[in-house]
């Protein structure tokens, strides 16, 4: 399994950004699907996570502000970003588990700054 993240960049608070993250092999519409991200220093945590039926969690942080999304005839996945703050700075990081073992993106950056 190969995970692909992009979209990170330099925005504004108060501003959008929207990852995608494309994976490779036949299994992503069957899998449970998590955006994390890390501040360095500190631990990588969950920001929100979508079932292969659809249905998602937030972590309290991002709640009412991040939609998680995915494509399955695209293998893609989304976290659709707004109302962005300084806090959320950070590398975003899209991952699937998959036979027990847990696949990582190589990570975008996300910069929220003025």
């Known amino acids: 399994v190969q995970l692909q993240a992009s979209g990170g960049g330099l925005v504004q608070p108060g501003g959008s950004l929207r990852l995608s993250c494309a994976a490779s092999?036949?299994?992503?519409?069957?899998?449970?699907m998590t955006w994390y991200r890390q501040v360095p220093g500190k631990e990588r945590d969950v920001v929100a996570a979508i079932t292969s039926g659809g249905n998602t969690m937030y972590a309290d942080s991002v709640k009412g502000r991040v939609t998680i999304s995915r494509d399955n005839a695209k293998n893609t996945l989304y976290l659709q970003m707004n109302s962005l703050k300084p806090e959320d700075t950070a590398v975003y990081y899209c991952?699937?588990?998959?036979?027990?073992?847990?696949?990582w993106g190589q990570g975008t950056l996300v910069t929220v700054s003025s």
């Open positions: 092999g036949t299994i992503f519409s069957t899998k449970t």
């Open positions: 991952s699937i588990l998959v036979g027990g073992y847990r696949y």
